[in-house]
């Protein structure tokens, strides 16, 4: 890596402030610091944010609870009450990397972490995500890639805390330009959507508050396929979350990672699910509609019945 | 002729790893924990391109770096590299990161080459990029035959085809390659993370110019090797280079990334095989075609030694009619270089796989049909134990029949390891002291396998004392010399040698003190009587105590998701023999590690070479994926002791067979065979056919 300075920032405001033109904030930094070691990044100053006051608490309110953006995620996989009032959180979390990762990875650096893409990580291949003209896993190697993309990069959103705050309806605030923007899941990512350059919509500088989640879905899952059983990426992953009452599913969502650059959902397969009881056909015919337009690659065609399977599989463990 | 002590105390025992504690508690101190005085880091500039014509390197502008000592280039300009990560130059500095920036600041004038080949197949065509200029990337084809296989075909009731792949599986020991080392006027010692504190020795002295007796290797404790870790290496050359230029010692351990591209690796396999059996089940007509990449070392040798793509066939078994084909193709990669039991893994793997789809053809117990077929006594025995262990005739059903989404499935494979006996040249000397202490030091090498302990364990039985009372010195070129840790040999090589030690100072001292009898407990009154100095004796390596040709043979039980694609090891029963057991305790140890590393040749680990921009796509361990704790299943290690043979090596046929083994329960359970290791989820879906196909677009 780059020499750089380093800072600590003691409010969101001087974080702001001390993040200037050409720098870039640092909070777990397992994300970060790979991309300085690989000269991906070569910010000129780290502001650390990890002494922000009121960042690293978890608020259970009534009808909504609030994570900090500096809430680790062995917090979340820890915290008993997140196991019991929204498990698909609590797997989501578990699932992650390992004990040690977890116990220093944030919230906010999750989801704001940038491509695992094998090309954008390879230190000397310089793809159009890093201002190159090609996109070479679209060309190559894609095993590990999308099966949507609304741009010619195909780099997946890899943040299982994306899709499982997708299904949960969550809101991320961000401060920018000293406001506080209050975004779906959705609107996290749509900038990853559209431009090949872009990791998610943050612009430099925007700091992540807190994520808020509507505790209107009292049953969630998640679940995720990878090539190993623990320490590894999803190939695939997928959460689901509703209510469920009398046999028949309320304010059903699905959302998928590891499949698009944002989290995948499609507003027709929860229209479907609205209403309707958890059984095989049922899920299996939520599965057909999320991955009706699935345009799979030379090498990653797998991911569509892995998928599937993993669509049935989490929304029938919403039965409990 | 000398023979192993009858009722043992200690040999075929458990002994704990005399080194336990001081590994355990940080207190070892490997080659890169050395603290020398002015001590620099060393780190290496490597070629960012698959091919390319180095015409000027400048390095000025590394050394205006502040902390830069030393910067030079790995051969004179201009040269060639022939593929991604190949060593450029080298600098010395006092911090890491005075290094990196440095790496960064030399300026190379290069022409990269326009095109360049990365994939086996690529390469067997005529048109392919040379990478060797003026030579054929695929080496001619040697065929080998035995009986008449066209006509034998004819014979045979039940005939398979199949195409097996492996690979190219990367060097991953704990501890990267890498060395300390301090060269000054009286000449080099050199701390080594080496296999061969000798051929390190002999590999500096040779490439510097300096007379043997200047160069000291040290290796006092060493975190693994499996075969690529015996020469000096690229790195260790540069390291000392920079310590002669810097006039200070300079650390050099490589990095992950570069360990994953330059240190060498186990060569592919795509091995066509047809194979035919009679109606009785007899084998009767095998052929294959095979090729593989030993990387830009074409190799092109028999019999899977260090460099060449070759594989041992039909394996195991004896086929009256038999062709085998065989040609290496060199690619833009780094090159092969020996991996535990080299050849022999993707022999295993093709052979076993193809003998469960014979058998199935057939009809037949694919345990039954190699009970026929096994021409060795030894694995026939150890096939009916294991059988026994995992349960087969309870559990094993027909392919693809067990019920449900997770489908659970059985399968076998075996091993045959040539090597393993004892080097001849191996000695050793024992200081046997006033007080009682004793000191064994003998030039091998300790790489993790536990040769301090059967060092110590020896010893200790021919002696009458215990282990603990045994100090054990290796790891250093200044004890008398032994032989390299390859081949399994090392355990074969000094038990024999500690024993003629340990005999004849045991008779010196009986003669000088006078006693019929110096073990056990009249050890220390013995000692005593040598007055004021110590006795030392030397010693060697005896014949009639130690053989060859270990066998083995592992089963494996998983557990398939038919939906996700996901392969769990449930179950590795592996059965082996060495010859008379040391100490089962270091034994099992080694089986363990085999069966975990073979683990990871069936599931998990593959090189991935990109053809579009000839880089490796996974020099690290996100992607180069290896299996982890949650990932290894019960292993129950069943050993056969056979104290008449004398003692064989196990490191190396205890990997062979896993991934066979693995790849057979695979097939067992879903009914369609994956042909192509790492087995992943991706091509179990495949295989079961769930993907749809790919329409380009
Ligand atoms: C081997 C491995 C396996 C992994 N497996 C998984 C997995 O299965 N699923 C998964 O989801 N993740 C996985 N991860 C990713 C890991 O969870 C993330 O790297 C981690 O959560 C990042 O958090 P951090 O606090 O360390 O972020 P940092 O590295 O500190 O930051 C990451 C990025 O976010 C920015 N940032 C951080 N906080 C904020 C904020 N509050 N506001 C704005 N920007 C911010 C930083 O500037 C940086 O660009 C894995 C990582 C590794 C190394
Ligand atoms: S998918 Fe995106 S990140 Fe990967 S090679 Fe293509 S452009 Fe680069």
Known sequence: MKAFEYATALSPSSARDLIADNGAYIAGGNDLLGRLKEYLDAPARLVNIKAIPGLDTIQYGDDCWTIGSLVTIATLEKDEKIRSALPGLHQAAAEIASPQIRNVATVGGNLAQHSRCWYYRQRDVQCLKKNGDLCYARNSDNRYHSLFSGNDCISPVVSSLGATFAALDATAVVLSGGQELRWSMAEFYADAWKMHLAHNSLKPGDLILRVEIPLSRPRSAYLQASDKHVFDWALVSCAAAADYVDGKLVSPRVALGSISPVPHQMDKANQFLEGKPLDSTTVAHAADLLLANARPLEHNAYKVPMAHALICRTLLKLKG | MPAWPTNPRYISQSTPRVDGPEKVSGRARYSSDIQAPGLLYGMILRSPWPAAKIAEVDLRPALKIPGIKAAITVRDTPFTTRYYGEEIAAVAGVSKQACLDALRAISIKAEPASAFVVKEQDGLDADSPQVWQGAANASAPRTRENGNVDEAFGQCSAVIEGFYTTPVQIHNPMETHGNTVSWTDDGITAWSSTQGISSVRDGLAGSLKLDQSKVRVITDFMGGGFGAKFGAGVE??????????????????????????????????????????????????????????????????????????????????????????????????????????????????????????????????????????????????????????????????????????????????GAAWPAGGGSPFTQGEAQINPDGSIELRLGVQDIGTGTKTVIAVVAAEILGLTPEQITVRVGDTHYPAGPGSGGSTTCASVSPTVNDVCNQALDQLQKLSGMADARGQNWFEACKKLGISPLTVHGRWQKGLSSSHACGVQFAEVAVDTETGLVTVQKVVAVHDCGLIIDQLTLASQINGGVIMGMGYALYEERVMDDLSGVMLNPNFETYKLPGIADVPEIEVVLVNMPERGVIGIGEPSTVPTAGAIANAVANAIGVRVSSLPITPAKVLAALGKVPPFIKS
């Not at chain 2, 084998?283 to 041992?312: K, Q, R």
């Not at chain 2, 559990?395 to 494979?413: F, H, M, N």
């Open chain 2, 236 to 413: 260790g050359v540069l390291a000392a280079r920079l310590s002669k230029e810097a006039g200070a010692p300079v650390r050099l351990m490589l990095t992950r990334f570069d360990q994953a591209l330059a240190v060498g690796n186990r060569p592919s396999s795509f091995q066509k095989i047809k194979m035919g059996a009679l109606a009785d089940g007899t084998l009767h007509a095998f052929e294959m075609e095979n090729y593989g990449t030993a990387g830009i070392g074409a190799g092109g040798d028999a019999g899977g030694g260090g460099g060449g793509a070759n594989i041992p066939a039909p394996y195991l078994y004896k086929v009256d009619n038999a062709r085998v084909t065989q040609r290496s193709v060199a690619v833009n990669a780094g090159s092969a270089r020996a991996f535990r039991a080299p050849g022999n893994p993707p022999a295993s793997f093709g052979m076993e796989s193809a003998m469960d789809d014979l058998a199935v053809k057939l009809g037949m117990d694919p345990l039954d049909f190699r009970l026929k077929n096994d021409p060795s006594p030894i694995r026939r025995k150890e096939l009916r134990l294991g059988a026994d262990k995992i349960g087969w005739k309870q559990k094993y059903r027909p392919p693809g029949t067990c019920p449900g989404i997770v489908k659970t499935g059985l399968g076998c494979a």
